[in-house]
T-cell receptor, first 112, second 115 residues
Framework: AQSVTQPDIHITVSEGASLELRCNYS??????LFWYVQSPGQGLQLLLK??????LVQGIKGFEAEFKRSQSSFNLRKPSVHWSDAAEYFC??????????FGRGTSLIVHP | NAGVTQTPKFQVLKTGQSMTLQCAQD?????MYWYRQDPGMGLRLIYY???????DKGEVPNGYNVSRLNKREFSLRLESAAPSQTSVYFC??????????????FGPGTRLTVL
């Protein structure tokens, strides 16, 4: 079955530190891959997406993600975290006839 | 361009009452979805409509019904609300991109409490 796994439920970082959020997928073929962010009390907003081509994709708010086929991973990174980045982050995948599948989410806590 | 709109934003129901959550999108997307979000559970798909005229069950359809009224609108109905349906409900829309569904656009959510 298709699945998306985000191994970390919570991540705590200090403001200014680097960030990496993990995402692994299980699909029959390379799916479309997405990262969304959800600020408290809000809906989800797309940060970035990967369909094909360059495996390092840039998104909004200074985020980037790297697709690694050999590891079935699509990890999200940011070089320097700001307090406003505190939010819930969701990885998602879609492929073939299968509707999008979401991970459980990672809650990012930013310490001043 | 409003994107995806949902009404109402908040609702409190008593057990056994019914209500309909409304969703509309102005992006001409074929596919629409209803999710519920509960603490620690992520997003769980209730129902989806891959295209106008079709609806299918998702992961947690029990206690819900849907109607794809037209290409723009997709409503979710709770016939007899239960406390277990207390949740935040999100509507989303997207388009099929050839080998998978493109990114989803989400509404702001409806916060439902069932007493």
């Amino acid at each position: 079955a298709q699945s998306v796994t985000q191994p970390d439920i919570h991540i705590t970082v200090s403001e200014g530190a680097s960030l990496e959020l993990r995402c692994n997928y299980s699909y029959g073929a390379t799916p479309y891959l997405f990262w969304y962010v959800q600020s408290p009390g809000q809906g989800l907003q797309l940060l970035l997406k990967y369909f094909s081509g360059d495996t390092l994709v840039q998104g909004i708010k200074g985020f980037e993600a790297e697709f690694k086929r050999s590891q079935s991973s699509f990890n999200l990174r940011k070089p320097s975290v700001h307090w406003s980045d505190a939010a819930e982050y969701f990885c998602a995948a879609s492929g073939g006839s299968y509707i999008p599948t979401f991970g459980r989410g990672t809650s990012l806590i930013v310490h001043p | 361009n409003a994107g995806v709109t949902q009404t109402p934003k908040f609702q409190v129901l008593k057990t056994g009452q019914s209500m309909t959550l409304q969703c509309a999108q102005d992006m001409n997307h074929n596919s629409m979805y209803w999710y519920r979000q509960d603490p620690g559970m992520g997003l769980r798909l209730i129902y989806y409509s891959a295209s106008e005229g079709t609806t299918d069950k998702g992961e947690v359809p029990n206690g819900y019904n849907v109607s794809r009224l037209n290409k723009r609108e997709f409503s979710l109905r709770l016939e007899s609300a239960a406390p277990s349906q207390t949740s935040v409900y999100f509507c989303a829309s997207s388009e099929f991109g050839g080998t998978g569904w493109n990114e989803q656009f989400f509404g702001p959510g409806t916060r439902l409490t069932v007493l």
